[in-house]
């Protein structure tokens, strides 16, 4: 089942398991595909940055996607973002054969004009092909490209498999209501918009017209929770819900360690095995430590599926 | 009063008021000068970059900074950073000379390397003289320069005169214990430790050995607050007020936009009169005001001094 | 006389003479004055990045710009490039009350879209008035900031107070071309456009259309002939005295010590008496000193002019 | 044969032969391997940055490390650089299993401080292996990152599989007689250094204490030359030459077009059959094929070799 425009919900960026060898852990992914399906979500996304996508060679990328692909009951978009077209191709194309729903495609850093981000995409989607739905990444904080709404509709007006944005501008709430608009008025025709930057700005970025999160935060079914909540018509409830969880959010939103922060997180959940990340990988401190599990214990108390997580004892 | 190593507690970073025309606004400086005291700041920084400092030409930056020594009954930091050292000088004198307590250098966007940031520094301090204690900026989000503990430690030592770290790394967690270890192991004499980043980590910051705060967050009072219930020993009480307004608080960090929510609330607060920018600016939407104004309705519900702002009606 | 779209020729981008202990060197602004002049340039552009704009306090600059205006007898354009509009309106308004042909603008490093830059220069024109003329200087390699020619074209048509461009794009041959034939299409009115670069492209932009230059080589009495060899159809006679030039001119473009090659130069031409710089400075070794005599004596081989200054001596 | 700390003269960087369709042209890279020993080269240098490295698959990679290094009888250098060191390793271990000499690694552009910069290679080497030679790239105009004299010290120092320096910081002569000061005070153990920016500074880089160049200029034939004259101590005669060919390779210069320059006039010199490059690519305009060819006329009634080339018909 290809990803289309109508895509919403909740998107799992999924980290990459490894073992404290920094082999991938292969049994982790099962476990964690099914971790992240027990949680509600729509889809998952692979191989993304919080992935540690650039650290993996081409077969062990290739690997993991198959079996996720395999086990997942969802759509499966597969992070192809590479620094030429011809890795770019080789991964979407097995990606696809395997199975996946979709693709994602983030702008290399040196991109600047308007022009440039344009036809960068053109690119793209000449070397994968035009028939292979992909995901538009657009996260100016950490890419350091940043694409007006007007750029945005020009790609995906030249690019109808261009059926998604992941929207993790910041400030951002501005963006999706002027893509709306586009919409609305007719100069813009559908895509979904799923949010990232960590959820940090999900309750507010609903309101404004997204169809959901695509972000890798260490509980999902919060995530999903909100969206619901929100989907119902229950602001406050969903509010009160994002609430209890932004003091943690924001502890894992700590560019360099946030990955470190947030495969803690999973490690305490039975997530994954281990939390180890590949070279380069900031990592926790005992003190950094401490502060997660303070913050888990406080969750606790308004958010009940964290009283486990926040005992549960795991090895460093 | 000179500032010096001892400094603790919250210096409020000041915005700096317009009418709507685009003219200093004398008036609301007297009363946002009060305002501040009244919210029991230990101090006052001015002329920084959420004080729209770049914008003011030199005579506008020199008039502000004698209104605001003249009037406060504590210590005004004056921000004089500026692209050359004879502005820089021209300004950190004249403003010593009007009774500040200090000044605040932040490095320019190009410096990389070690030796570079810790050359630049050497020569403002030639530049202003050795006799004027100074604030050293460490943002590297904004300003996109990154000083290592060991760069910082090179700084404070060549430079007796530097008091003082505003400190805003991000993460910026583990450098304050590093900082602190360094010092107590006595490789880094005493120096004042004031965090900014809008506050957003200030709960742990503290617990990591941090005299306090320097940012400017609508509700300076809070920050007072959480800094007293952390030295009190209260540390779940202060956790739980800072909880209370971390989601206003994340709204407030957006970048391009988070000064205009700052001088909205801080308008709402009655502390300036107008919520008017120079140019370039963000501006505010009908929903991002609305947006606001939800988060104020519901921080009232847990922290009684927000019920009024929520409710004050003011002209966009 | 104002400058208008038909400026061609030279214009030298003049180096700002400081004393050895940092004060601005009246004496040798007068002798520079002359020297410029008596190479032939058209104009003079004064307070630009070779000028140290930025290590000069307000007063400083716009003394130096009514010294320069006073004596020059062609036209003077006087950079006002500033951090923020205040300080760029004080220094335009004062330059133009006191003589000078117009001012030049260069974009602040942080933008980025198609959107931001064309907002930029209508706010800067908004803010010193629309009825200084005023020269765009495109130069990504060191503002970090990238025009494409649509760019450029909108803010020539938003701004009729726009004659010139400063162009400096590297590469940027094509650039020409298309502005020309933006021009020739009649979807830009004419405007004069000089290369800056230090020159070392301008023996092709001229025969892309360029009307000349507009850069600090310190021979511009050879900028000028270059120019005039082109204009009389001397295509090869123009390149041979180009080439004789360009080691030295490579040797120039040196980024961090360019500017202290060429105040050597200018100080071995007897055009200013010291080749002091204001810090930050890059300096110069005595092996680069020998670099700069030796390449001076081999230029001497091939243009008399520079035969004197080879062997010139000059206190370092 | 591995590479080690003598290697002396020129290593060329080579470019990746396409045919028109964009597929690795393995007839040119036999042709290409040929001209360059022609040239009098003492190694060669593939997959770097002009070799389109980036734009190959891992397998393409591999395959022509595999026959340059069965075609060639001098030393040949792998650049390894990636995004991550799994994909680094796989292909250095597999280049020297083929025979190669050694490998060259680049940083990547987020590396700001000293001590990340220096921690980035000494990962790389963990995980390369400490067993294979490699160049260190020091290249920050297109890069991003600053690495003092004292750096690249401590990177030597800390790894004793570096042996040689790719020097292309720019300005970059005061670093060369750094670093050999270092070397002859005791501090820094020997290491080659070799020259990139496309040989622009050759000819002062050799006096300063370099031992060759390894760049891709057109001509590799007259650095050859250049190293040899210098060597011999014919100074003046190595200018001479060396001056014949700038107006030519400062044209090369050209970042974003350089490549289509290098690649016409190699296919004009025979060394491959075609200039084709991958996506994305700058080309090059019939204006500037012409400037190219009048260079290299001008450039054959100085240099001999040049004007086979000159007259050489080529299709675009």
Redesign the interface.
Known sequence: MKLDHTAKGVFAITVTPFTPDGAVDAASIDRMTDFYQSCGVSGLTILGMMG?A?????D?SLSIARQVVRRARVPVVVGVSA?????M??LARAAMDAGAAGVMIAPP?AL?????IV??FS?AV??IGPGIPWVLQDYPLVLAV???P??IRQIVTDNPSCVMLKHED??G??KI?TLRLFQHSGSLRPISILCGNGG??L??EL??GADGAMTGYAFPDMLVDVVNFYTQGNRDTA?DLF?AH??LM??EQ?????LAVRKYVLQKRGAIAHDTQ???AGSL?A??RA?IDYLLA?LALRDPRAALVASAEVKP
């Open positions: 540690e650039p650290k993996l060679d081409a062990e620094p030429g077209f011809a890795a191709r080789a850093p600047r004009t308007d022009d440039q036809n960068y690119q000449a070397a940043q694409m007006t007007k750029v910041w400030p709430l501005e209501s940090i700005f309750d507010f309101e404004r509010h609430d932004l003091p924001r502890y700590q560019q360099g360690i946030g590949r070279a380069p401190t003190a950094a502060e406080r």
